[in-house]
């Protein structure tokens, strides 16, 4: 079957496209899982993961930002390709010091996830073990910049839904970090709430809201009731409808 | 793993397994395979392990690790495993990755050891320092930066079913693999 003009081909299988949506949420409308981090449905593609990497017409591509087109034949389920992302969640894990043991967020973690999804039985790499301390500083939303990621969820959550712009990125490379708009530099001294979008939108456990850390327990959480493949193709399939 | 005839008849797999910095809970997890134990023994036998309390490992076929290097005893006990050892196998979050005693990296040894060992008001303390006590490091480090190792077992622990698939696997000449419910790393 060849592609016709709102069809693409994903793996060989057909999949629909609206016209301006991008690979990623064509192929999650369709039922196809493409892993992905940095992405979220409701902000707009920031494509620094590179997760969502697949391969169109032979060239690499993030799915994420890339507008579906017609003609398009998209290969995301090969081996090269799982190895390839493989890699990138073991970066992100020596990068910081990611010990799921003793995190809250186990289970709910979308780099975790990420992780059981590409069978990754060990970081691999030599481990960075950075020195970032915690914050604190907030009532009721504790800031663990051990797990950020540098997604940029929360700031594009509290710049483009909030209207608060209470987060940036700051550094280059290697320096790269998260800062917090405040004179002291601290969370508590900002006018971030727990009802803002961005307290809910971190995919590792770096933005935890207090006192609720261990109200679903361990084992009984998204992630370990099904694998985030599944997961991230109901919810979208189920929002379609 | 049945032991049939054919598999009775050929030499007992011989798995080392140890301790290092970890707390334990590795073995714990492994003897959660409860009487399939009993199974496992008919085809295999227990060298240096806390379960033999054999004290010196020989050669053997897999060696299971448990527990980051913390010490320099640690590093001795590894690379003699690693020198007997066909198969070396990483199990479980601090063999992996240094897991929770791997926290302490960020920190100066030497304030630990302080902040541990001496009391604010100065009163008979001291940091031990007994030459029968291993060197501490200045970092935890995964098993993996001090000896090249085969095979990793997530988890904290591994689940006693966990281990069991992995073993299968290995022992029967699989490709160990773990699906969505056996692989877990908290």
């Known amino acids: 079957m060849s592609a016709t003009d709102n069809t693409i081909l994903i793996d060989e299988v057909p999949v629909p496209f609206k016209p301006g949506q991008t690979i990623l949420d064509a192929a999650l409308e369709g039922g196809v899982y493409i892993p992905h981090l940095c992405a979220h449905p409701e902000f707009a593609p920031h494509g620094s993961c590179k997760l969502c990497n697949v391969i169109v017409n032979g060239r690499n591509a993030s799915a994420c930002t890339m507008k579906a087109a017609a003609g398009q034949e998209v290969e995301v389920d090969t081996p090269d390709l799982h190895a390839y992302r493989r890699t990138l969640v073991q970066m992100l894990f020596v990068e910081g010091n990611h010990f799921c043991p003793g995190c809250e967020k186990s289970g709910n973690c979308q780099l975790q996830a ?3 999804d590409s069978e990754m039985m060990t970081p691999h790499f030599v481990e960075f073990y950075p020195h970032r301390p915690v914050d604190a500083s907030h009532p009721d939303v504790l800031i663990d910049f051990n797990r950020c990621i540098q997604c940029e ?17 700051a550094g280059r490379g290697m320096a790269s970090h998260i800062i917090i708009n405040s ?3 601290k969370l508590g001294d900002t006018n971030f709430s727990v009802a803002d979008k961005a307290a809910h939108v971190c995919p590792v456990g770096a933005i935890l809201i207090k006192r609720i850390g261990y109200a679903v327990p361990i084992g009984e959480r998204r992630y370990d009731l099904e694998p985030i493949s599944e997961e991230a193709t109901r919810c979208a399939v189920e929002e379609v409808k | 793993m049945n032991a049939t005839a054919e598999t009775a008849a050929l030499p007992k797999v011989r798995i080392a397994t140890t301790s ?10 492994f003897l959660d395979i409860d009487e399939r134990i009993l199974e ?9 392990s806390p379960l033999t309390d054999i004290k010196h490992c020989g050669p053997c076929d897999i060696a299971l690790i448990e527990g980051g290097c913390c010490n320099a005893e640690n590093v001795h006990v590894l690379r003699e495993l ?15 990755n ?8 960020r920190l100066d040894v030497g304030d630990i050891l302080n902040e541990v060992y001496r009391d604010p008001d100065g009163v008979q303390s001291h940091v031990p320092n007994d030459p029968e006590l291993p060197l501490l490091f200045d970092k935890v480090y995964p098993v993996n930066e001090v000896v090249r190792v085969d095979y990793f077992i997530p988890g904290c622990p591994p689940s006693g079913d966990t281990l069991w698939k992995y073993l299968n696997d290995l022992i029967l000449g699989r490709m160990p693999r773990l699906d969505h419910a056996l692989l877990h790393y908290d």
């Open chain 1, 114 to 116: 990420l992780a059981y």
């Open chain 1, 153 to 169: 969820l929360c700031v594009r959550a509290s710049r483009d839904v909030d209207g608060k712009s209470v987060f940036a990125l």
């Open chain 1, 183 to 185: 004179p002291s530099g």
């Open chain 2, 20 to 29: 290092l910095a970890g707390c334990f809970g590795c073995h714990m997890s």
């Open chain 2, 40 to 48: 496992l023994m008919k085809i295999a036998e227990l060298d240096r």
């Open chain 2, 82 to 96: 690693r020198a007997n050892a066909k198969i070396l196998v990483a199990v479980g979050a601090c063999a992996i």
């Open chain 2, 98 to 105: 240094g897991g929770l005693p791997a926290m302490r990296n």
